[in-house]
């Protein structure tokens, strides 16, 4: 297999955050979507410091990757989930390979049914990408969060990571 060209530099990967005020954005951005009792369960922040990272080069880093073709999707076998994940350790790899100084702020958030990656840019702003659609959409502002998440009563978000 082909190594997957990653797209450089890392857009905005000049900001640092600490992992306290990481896990404070995505509880902001996603407050209105969870319960406040829900929000230190569901948010997931893996590493002490970040360094931000844009949605356009994470969604670059997904187009340049043939693993990530939509023509690869295969329903619970090789899906959402598994293209979130991927693009993750991807992004991971990344800032190791880069030897920055922290791991690019680049996760990604499970729902019942669908799962989406997810970044934080220097101005702090969280963003949401939907990884294996044929859109790739891409959700700056929390108000759409829902629509692109497709969030019900029946499909809740189930877990964020980063």
Request: charged share 25%; aromatic share 8%; hydrophobic share 45%.
């Amino acid at each position: 297999m082909q190594k997957p060209t990653r797209p450089t530099p890392a857009l905005g990967a000049d900001v640092a955050f600490s992992g306290d005020l990481v896990l404070r954005l995505l509880s902001g951005a996603f407050a209105g979507l969870l319960l406040d009792s829900e929000l230190e369960d569901r948010i997931i922040v893996s590493d002490r410091r970040y360094r931000s990272v844009s949605p356009e080069w994470l969604k670059a880093l997904a187009l340049a990757d043939p693993v990530l073709d939509e023509a690869k999707y295969d329903n619970d076998v090789f899906d959402c989930d598994d293209f979130v994940q991927y693009l993750r350790t991807q992004a991971a790899l990344y800032a190791h390979e880069q030897k920055l100084d922290a791991p690019l702020a680049a996760g990604f958030l499970l729902t019942q049914k669908h799962a989406v990656s997810l970044c934080i840019d220097a101005d702090q702003n969280v963003h949401l990408f939907d990884t294996q659609s044929e859109e790739r959409t891409i959700a700056s502002e929390p108000a759409r969060f829902t629509d692109v998440l497709k969030l019900t009563p029946s499909n809740p978000i189930r877990m964020i990571y980063i």
